[in-house]
DNA sequence: TATAAACCAAGTAAATTAGTCAAGTATTAT
DNA sequence: ATAATACTTGACTAATTTACTTGGTTTATA
């Protein structure tokens, strides 16, 4: 398990999906605007969010990104570990230590990693929506067209 | 919070340190040889490790780092917080998205990133000494004199 | 058929991580 | 005192990862 600002985006990029998900499929292009993240840059990660079945891409005019499926069935943890190259770290097992004290503390880190692993992956997107904030903004958009005439490019 | 093998290497000394913390200081050089770290990359590990006050540098021969408070008063969050450079992330406030959402996502985030935090935060060295192969190894070391006659270089 | 979107691939720039080198300073054993 | 040990600091380099760019191709809608 990994945490940098790759998975941020990706988390970020996945809770505006789950936002949306009433309205419909979201493009890249607005959530690239939106988040400032360069276009091309989103469409590695949600490649790679798509081979893990977490969205789903819809072509053509209209077309965007959807969840693959329910929010609650999305955890965090399978967020980060899609977009995240698993390098797969610890326990070469050629370091050849003096006592074997060596792969007692990678032991420990794995345990460790695996305890990180496991909370996040208790949190899914479901988690995010039920905020009174957020459901706010779902309510707005479920009411109004928000979709302006002209819209700025 | 951030996550990477920077941070692994930090909490893997740091676990070091906690298990020999009976027999004395422990060098940088055994930990480097054991852990397969350059040694110049655990000094600056180490350098930004005692500016936290996390670890105490004793100097001398037959000097080396010990803990710099008691095991059960370090967490994880704290060390790898002291190696990584605080990047604030978030909320830069200058993307001027369409109807705040973009906070709205950047906002949920930061729960997250809190949640993390304090989750590592629970989770302290002294944890990973009452692990039994652990206090396997501590006994070993109270009871016999392990540093070799001869010490290879 | 024109357009708006996803999809794809190769390459580049920037940032971070990891390691190297070198010249110190402090401490202790002898 | 002196030498050995070990920490301290800074500047520099290589490797890796992150982020972005460019230039396309498909696909579905209108």
């Avoid at 790759?6 to 939106?34: F, N, Q, W």
């Avoid at 840059?41 to 053509?60: A, D, M, P, T």
Wanted: glycine letters at 8%.
């Amino acid at each position: 398990m990994r945490l940098s600002t790759k998975g941020r985006y990706a988390v970020t990029a996945m809770m505006d999906l789950a936002i949306h998900e009433p309205k419909g499929p979201v493009t890249l292009a607005e959530i690239s605007r939106c988040q400032s993240i360069s276009l091309s840059y989103l469409e590695q990660l949600f490649s790679k969010l798509r081979r893990e079945n977490l969205v789903r891409g819809v072509r053509g005019p209209g077309g965007g990104y959807r969840l693959a499926k329910p929010a609650d069935e999305i955890s965090i943890a399978q967020i980060i570990a899609a977009v995240d190259e698993k390098v797969d770290s610890t326990c070469g097992g050629d370091a050849g230590c003096d006592e074997g004290n060596t792969c007692l503390t990678h032991e420990l880190w794995c345990g460790l990693s695996k305890r990180i692993y496991e909370f996040l992956d208790g949190i899914s997107l479901k988690d995010f929506l039920s905020r009174p904030a957020v459901q706010d903004v779902i309510q707005r958009q479920n009411s109004a067209s928000n979709r302006p005439a002209f819209p700025l490019n």
